[in-house]
């Protein structure tokens, strides 16, 4: 299972929603981009590493179109 290290929103809704997750697996690391909302186009990409996997978030963030890049940092859940 993996636990969720960070979750990025650009503050769209419905198609232009973007969501970037970073994710800790058993085996590594997890970013988890989606795109238009919980019935988007979803991207998963592999890391051995939190530095590159945090390279990729960024990556990802800088890649939204104009006008759909405001990202905020949500809150997560405390940990039980």
Do not use: C
Not at 6 to 26: K, M, P, Q, S
Not at 68 to 79: A, E, G, H, K, N
């Amino acid at each position: 299972m993996a636990e969720r290290i960070e979750h990025h929103f650009n503050r769209v809704w419905r198609a232009g929603r973007r969501d970037i997750y970073l994710l800790r697996t058993e085996t590594g690391w997890q970013v988890v981009g989606r795109v238009g909302g919980s019935e988007g186009q979803v991207v998963t990409y592999e890391f051995d590493d939190e530095k590159t996997a945090r390279q990729m978030v960024q990556r990802l963030r800088m890649t939204a179109p104009q006008g759909q890049d405001d990202w905020v940092l949500m809150s997560l859940p405390p940990r039980r």
